[in-house]
């Protein structure tokens, strides 16, 4: 669609890895860093209508626009602990900086709790439910509404 849109016939090899597709893409379609032709772009694919919760209605004055990005942290790229500015040692899913992931990274994530969290999840066993239910309202099916 963004080749399209800048007059461009973008045809890539097949089984390139995301860094040089993206790098291609650049070459071929952006300009400075930024590819002009997706930014107006709107289609039913990356727009949806906002909803409160998975079974609610749309809300048609209110949209989500999805944007895709190639490795940027989107969001607070500081560490999660009071008043801490230092920067996460993981950008990609971490919250702590070296010092407080060090000393805090092993325990649940829910606030006050001081128990060792399970393996592969960012719970205890007390509050699994909690990051089941987390986990499910932040997956792409119901953050699309499916």
Not at 75 to 88: F, I, K, M, R, V
């Amino acid at each position: 669609m963004v080749s399209a849109g800048s007059g461009v016939n973008f045809i890539s090899l097949d089984g390139l890895s995301i860094t040089a597709l993206t790098e291609e893409a650049f070459a071929r379609l952006g300009e400075n860093g930024k590819i002009h032709a997706s930014h107006n772009h709107s289609c039913l694919e990356c727009t949806q209508p906002y909803r409160e919760t998975q079974d609610s209605l749309p809300n048609e004055s209110a949209t989500v626009k999805m944007v895709v990005i190639d490795g940027i942290v989107m969001g607070p790229q500081h560490c999660a602990y009071d008043n801490c500015s230092n920067t996460l040692v993981n950008h990609r899913g971490g919250v702590f900086c070296d010092v407080h992931n060090q000393e805090f990274g092993a325990r649940c994530c829910v606030h006050d709790c001081q128990n060792q969290k399970i393996d592969n999840t960012q719970a205890c066993n007390e509050h699994q439910e909690m990051w089941h239910k987390y986990n499910l309202e932040h997956s792409s099916d119901y953050l699309n509404g499916a």
